[in-house]
């Protein structure tokens, strides 16, 4: 199961309450104050692993909520700290703070729904990378901090500090230098795999994809990047259909655009419309996407019909770059990752 959002609700621990007690011992009738300190509640923290790819532990349990703080004692005694709670999240994890407050609110919330706000609140994309979701509330002081020369005998105390809390949506954005954005059965999953290690699933029918798979495409001298096969999108897909907010958020990281079309159109579809369709649905998602550079990969030049499409797609997108290639064939493989190379292609 592949879950790249989800709603939880976190819980830091509540600060230990601070002692009161006065030191009595034989031959020290008046000993004074020693009552301790509470321990400070535990935080909890979300660290980005490299092995974690999604969100599917949180489907199981929606809840992380860290110990209390043991209460101080007397012999001055500070009370144990509360176990922080430790989750693991996939790099391209976005933390968004939602106003809901109640842990009812929390189980009925979805992003979108009327009345609840989401406010971004961390963006965890390096390995290793550390995030304090809840801080853990403060221990209270023990009547040992009170004692003052003309007070000898303080009884006061304090309780520990309750710990923060709140609801919030976690949301994966795959991070990947370039993105595949096709109609199913465009051949964006066979072009990922001809051109990585990564093993997609490819078969002949639509939405064989069903969530975005990452290869590393390697150039040599050292020279790689990543590219992401995102879903097949549908008409309508900024509107959510066909789940198109559940593919097109992956693509917001990419640093270009890489449209996959069935230049031969062997599925009754016209390479051009496909262009201007995608190109709709990227500026409706989101303007700013839009501006992302791109270019256009005209996949199944082997099949008839594809020699002419591919006349008429140059003329109607003139100014954009446009490279032919068979994925099943791995013909033009070599002038794509040219390009891949020039455009986003690094060092490592």
């Given amino acids: 199961m592949f879950i790249d959002h989800i709603r939880i609700f976190a819980k830091a621990g509540d600060g230990g309450n601070g002692a009161v007690s006065f030191r009595r011992e034989k031959f020290v009738p008046r000993g004074g104050p020693d009552g301790g300190d509470g321990g400070k509640g535990g935080d909890v923290i979300l660290i980005v692993d490299p092995s974690t790819d999604n969100l599917r532990q949180f489907h199981y349990d929606p809840k992380l909520i860290a110990k209390k703080g043991v209460n101080g004692g007397g012999v001055r005694k500070t009370g144990k700290g509360g176990d922080t709670v430790i989750a693991k999240v996939p790099p391209g994890t976005v933390v968004y703070k939602s106003n809901a407050v109640t842990v009812q609110e929390a189980v009925e919330f979805e992003r979108g729904d009327e009345g609840i706000d989401l406010e971004p609140v961390a963006d965890l994309t390096e390995y290793g990378q550390k995030f304090v ?75 064989t994809t069903l969530q975005p798979s990452v290869g590393v495409v390697e150039f040599g001298g050292f020279r790689r990047c990543t590219v992401a096969d995102i879903p097949g999108l549908i008409e309508g897909a900024h509107e959510n259909r066909g789940l198109g907010h559940e593919f097109l958020r992956h693509i917001t990281r990419c640093r270009v655009l890489l449209f996959v079309v069935d230049i031969a159109g062997s599925e009754g579809r016209d390479p051009i419309s496909d262009i201007q369709i995608l190109r709709k649905e990227i500026s409706e998602y989101d303007e700013e996407l839009a501006r992302f550079p791109w270019m256009i990969i005209a996949n199944k030049m082997d099949i008839d019909g594809a020699a002419e499409n591919l006349d008429l797609l140059e003329k109607r997108f003139p100014k954009v770059k446009v490279i032919p290639i068979s994925a099943e064939l791995e013909e033009g493989l070599d002038a794509l990752k040219l390009y891949l190379d020039d455009e986003v292609g690094y060092r490592v």
């Fill in 133 to 207: 979701l809840c801080k853990g509330g403060k221990g209270g002081m023990g009547n040992s901090n009170f004692a003052t020369p003309t007070h000898r005998t303080p009884t006061e105390s304090t309780p520990g500090e309750e710990g923060e809390s709140g609801v919030y949506y976690l949301e994966l954005r795959r991070i990947a230098d370039a993105g595949l954005v096709g109609f199913p059965n465009a051949g964006k999953s066979t072009l990922l795999g001809k051109l990585s290690h990564a093993h997609p699933k490819v078969a002949a029918y639509p939405f």
